[in-house]
């Protein structure tokens, strides 16, 4: 294999595809994410080969295999951050004061249920919820506050966000 013999490489691919799928899947935790990552780490290998120095094939796997799928996720999550990155600002913050049409007392009910849910919040998502949304402040004005960056901020609404849909009902608001 490390001679450039592509039939012994195809049997170390045949060998350990599993075991690479195994490793990539417990990081990626997306079958089709982990089966784009192990053709990822098969090709590294490959295009590795006549400058690598391969002393325990299995621990150079895994080690090749654990640092892509680690990659991909980490991409993910940034082209994630980065696909609602500005959301925030875009979008005003809601209103639960009510239109004109709407009937005051189901408008009262409303900011009632959402203060309370609030309160169920962790209290420091509770905060950056709060400031952003009904004080309308900005993330530096929150991370000032806070005396923390402007990343933390904007990961803290991301995971408050996260905490949100999991522990709230939708039903609860109907």
Same mark, same amino acid.
């Given at each position: 294999?490390? +001679?450039?013999?592509?039939? +012994?490489?195809?049997?170390?691919?045949?060998? !350990?595809?599993? !075991? $690479?799928?195994?490793?990539?899947?417990?990081?990626?935790?997306? @079958?089709?994410?982990?089966?784009?990552?192990?053709?990822? $780490?098969?090709?590294?290998?490959?295009?590795?080969? @006549?400058?690598?120095?391969?002393?325990?094939?299995?621990? #150079?796997?895994?080690?090749?295999?654990?640092?892509?799928?680690?990659?991909?996720?980490?991409? /993910?999550?940034?082209?994630?951050?980065?696909?609602?990155?500005?959301?925030?600002?875009?979008? @005003?913050? @809601?209103?639960?004061?009510g239109s004109d049409t709407e009937d005051p007392l189901l408008s009262k009910e409303l900011q +009632?249920? $959402?203060?309370?849910?609030?309160?169920?919040?962790?209290?420091?998502?509770?905060? $950056?919820?709060? /400031?952003?949304?009904?004080?309308?402040?900005?993330? *530096?004005?929150? +991370?000032?506050? *806070?005396?923390?960056?402007? *990343?933390?901020?904007?990961?803290?609404?991301?995971?408050?966000? *996260?905490?949100?849909?999991?522990? #709230?009902?939708?039903?609860?608001?109907?």
């Amino acid at each position: 294999m490390l +001679a450039g013999d592509e039939e +012994a490489f195809r049997e170390v691919v045949r060998t !350990y595809r599993n !075991y $690479v799928f195994q490793i990539v899947f417990s990081v990626v935790r997306h @079958p089709k994410d982990a089966e784009d990552v192990m053709q990822e $780490v098969f090709l590294k290998m490959y295009t590795s080969l @006549p400058q690598t120095e391969v002393k325990g094939l299995k621990a #150079w796997i895994s080690r090749v295999a654990v640092n892509k799928a680690i990659d991909y996720k980490r991409k /993910a999550y940034r082209q994630r951050e980065t696909a609602t990155d500005g959301m925030e600002e875009a979008m @005003p913050p @809601p209103s639960l004061s009510g239109s004109d049409t709407e009937d005051p007392l189901l408008s009262k009910e409303l900011q +009632a249920l $959402v203060m309370r849910k609030l309160e169920e919040l962790p209290e420091n998502y509770r905060d $950056v919820i709060i /400031a952003f949304y009904y004080e309308d402040k900005s993330y *530096q004005q929150i +991370a000032d506050e *806070q005396k923390v960056t402007v *990343q933390t901020i904007k990961s803290k609404l991301y995971r408050a966000k *996260q905490w949100i849909k999991q522990h #709230w009902k939708e039903e609860e608001f109907e």
